[in-house]
């Protein structure tokens, strides 16, 4: 699954809580959605009430886990790419000497 962020701005009537649930420390401005893949490889959901200071760390996280996922996939094909060279190369220690 590809990592993910949702923000919305929450009802007025709805139960907000006095604090930021990431920082705790200012008052929530956005309700959020943060979705990732965790290092086992499961999906990891953290959903609550963030401040704009939180709401901008939390687009850093998205890009630093995108990032992360990117590096994983192409470390993955480097791998296969090795693969691939070792089958290929030839015997030059022999042929040097021919
Ligand atoms: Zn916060």
């Given at each position: 699954m590809r990592p993910s962020v949702f923000f919305s701005a929450f009802e007025p009537l709805h139960e907000v809580?006095?604090?930021?649930?990431?920082?705790?420390?200012d008052p929530p401005v956005l309700s959020f959605e943060f979705a990732t893949t965790g290092e086992s490889g499961e999906p990891e959901e953290q959903k609550g009430f963030c401040c704009r200071w939180c709401a901008a760390e939390l687009l850093h996280k998205l890009e630093r886990a995108d990032a992360q996922r990117r590096a994983e996939e192409e470390a993955a094909l480097k791998v296969d790419e090795f693969d691939i060279i070792d089958f290929e190369e030839p015997q030059l220690a022999g042929s040097y000497h021919g």
């Open positions: 809580p006095q604090i930021c649930d990431v920082c705790q420390l």
